[in-house]
């Protein structure tokens, strides 16, 4: 993205996105009454405007090119071979011309943009008659939106430049980027705005404060590190936030994990009550305009929409293969495919689907238009509300928060919601907890929802040389399923050692060009 061309969103152009929520999300006025003129007048165009920001465009981009290619292909979960720039991902040779990483740039800010827009037409433009209680839930809405992808432009690039007014680019198009710690405090302010001023319940697919305060732990456990000084001790004070802001979710929003893992990737549970944040995608949609994922379906025609093959197989790694025990089968069957899982939700009219070739993707990919009872479904428009923060998530968060610095512990909470994940995948419960069951758990209960590369930066900040020994002691490479055996293959790529660098990303070289400040050392940002 170049600066001075995301400058200013029109209303309509604003507006247009809209058609990119979910039918059920909310009611929408016909576009041919909206103006600048007459629009932000009223409670329910405010809930308008900001459901504009669940989905669409802005980020169609990123959760097609980024959000499995960079979680799970660059963590070394899944690999992918016929795509050049994912290929960089897998083998740690990024450079700044990766079309992956510059989506991913382009897309945050993109998402920022509309953040921004939405906020400042909110406070300028909404009239005194609308209660100021549905004003600032709506700027909430807005700015937890905005502190995840600050968030995300925090892990893979450390300093970025912080914008809170586009307008201002007009004048001023080139900016210097912000300190890392101060791109971190501005995503706390915008989720501790967030918190304070959602729901506690709401639309389903809308934020409420559980979101926030979910995110917010999410955000504190990873900020705890970044000052260690590879020490391998966290910021205890930072934990303690962390280990609040979770605790309270998991104790007081009186939310539950579902009760069948397999349910939680089913369109029938879109927005199902584990889901804190997800993308509201609609059907019939254009190219990145809705939820591509099912490109990246293993299977032929008959369990994808309107008979089109998916044609990206990606596939996981014989390293993610290998963490599963016999045991933990639920969640494998879930979210990969081997040769021989029957899936009788996937092409159902036709008595189900067998897969019959050796390794592919399952989570995400949710099958034919009657499946879905989504007749305008198209394979790039898939009608699955992914979730971008759960429940189970925040449960495992609040573990870590309270293992914080410790080798083990064996803590009633943290073993509580710790065993809460595992038994529903039908394991027993422990009796104690490291750091390594945490990061195992982590990574197999949230496999191909885009989070283990950003648990391997969190661990990075603070003992990086174990994040790089994982990383090069994996087995990056596909394999071959047959009978129960798994055969590996040759990697996508000759893949170089990882280094303490392997975990911050060049600078994408369209924006250096663009703005030539970006490679100036990071400034102070004034709050």
């Given amino acids: 993205m170049k600066f001075k061309y995301i400058i200013v969103y029109s209303l309509i152009a604003a507006t247009g996105l809209l058609v990119s929520c979910g039918e059920d999300f909310l009611e929408r006025a016909p576009l041919s009454e909206i103006s600048t003129e007459n629009f932000y007048q009223t409670p329910e165009d405010l809930r308008l405007a900001t459901a504009a920001l669940y989905g669409g465009a802005p980020w169609a981009d990123w959760n097609y ?3 499995l290619p960079v979680g799970e292909v660059l963590s070394g979960n899944m ?7 994912a290929v960089q991902l897998n083998t740690f040779s990024v450079t700044g011309l990766n079309e992956i990483m510059i989506a991913n740039w382009k897309s945050m800010y993109k998402v920022i943009a509309h953040c921004n827009t939405t906020i400042n037409a909110i406070q300028e433009k909404a009239p005194p008659s609308i209660p100021e209680e549905d004003r600032n839930a709506a700027i909430a809405e807005a700015r937890f939106i905005r502190g995840f992808a600050y968030y995300n432009l925090a892990l893979l690039w450390g300093p970025v430049p912080i914008i809170e007014d586009n307008t201002s680019l007009i004048g001023a198009p080139l900016v210097y980027r912000n300190k890392v710690n101060d791109v971190y405090q501005f995503v706390v302010n915008d989720l501790t705005f967030a918190e304070g001023h959602l729901p506690d319940s709401d639309t389903k697919g809308r934020l409420t404060t559980w979101s926030a305060q979910g995110m917010l732990a999410k955000v504190y456990l990873t900020w705890a590190g970044l000052n260690s000084e590879g020490s391998g001790q966290r910021d205890q004070a930072l934990l303690d936030k962390a280990k ?19 349910n939680l990737f089913k369109t029938e ?22 939820n591509m994922l099912q490109v990246y379906s293993p299977g032929g025609a008959e369990i994808s929409a309107n008979g089109q093959a998916g044609w990206f197989n990606i596939e996981p790694t014989i390293d993610m293969y290998a963490l599963y025990t016999e045991q933990d089968s639920i969640r494998r069957k879930a979210t990969f495919m081997l040769r021989g899982d029957y899936y009788p ?19 995400h990919i949710i099958g034919t238009n009657v499946d879905n009872n989504a007749p305008t479904m198209t394979l790039t428009s898939s009608t699955e509300h992914n979730s971008l ?20 512990t064996s803590d009633a909470d943290a073993l509580f919601y710790f065993n809460e994940v595992r038994t529903r995948a039908g394991l027993d419960p422990v009796a104690s907890i490291d750091a390594d069951m945490l990061l195992k758990e982590r990574r ?21 040389q174990k994040a790089i020994g994982i990383l090069n002691n994996e087995q990056r490479v596909p394999f071959d399923y047959e009978d129960g055996t798994a055969t590996p293959r040759d990697p996508y790529g ?22 030539p400040k970006l490679l100036e050392p990071p400034v102070s940002y004034s709050f």
């Fill in 444 to 464: 197999i209960e949230l496999a191909a929802e885009g989070q283990f590369w950003n648990d391997l930066v969190r661990l990075s900040y603070y003992d990086p």
């Fill in 79 to 85: 690999a992918v071979g016929y795509w050049g720039d």
């Fill in 269 to 290: 549970y879109n927005d199902n009550q584990e889901s804190l944040f997800a993308l509201q995608w609609a059907p019939g949609l254009g190219w990145l305009e809705g």
């Fill in 244 to 262: 609040s802001y979770a605790g309270n979710v998991c104790k007081n929003s009186g939310l539950m994990l579902l009760d069948n893992y397999a």
């Fill in 65 to 67: 090119n980024c959000y």
């Fill in 494 to 515: 000759e893949i170089t050692p990882a280094t303490v660098n392997t975990f911050r990303f060049p600078l994408p070289s369209s924006e250096i060009t663009a703005n």
């Fill in 389 to 408: 923060l759960r429940l189970a998530d925040v449960y495992l968060l609040y573990a870590e928060a309270i293992l914080g610095n410790n080798a083990a």
């Fill in 345 to 363: 939700e996937l092409n159902a009219a036709g008595g189900g689907f067998t897969f019959d070739s050796h390794t592919g993707l399952k989570k």
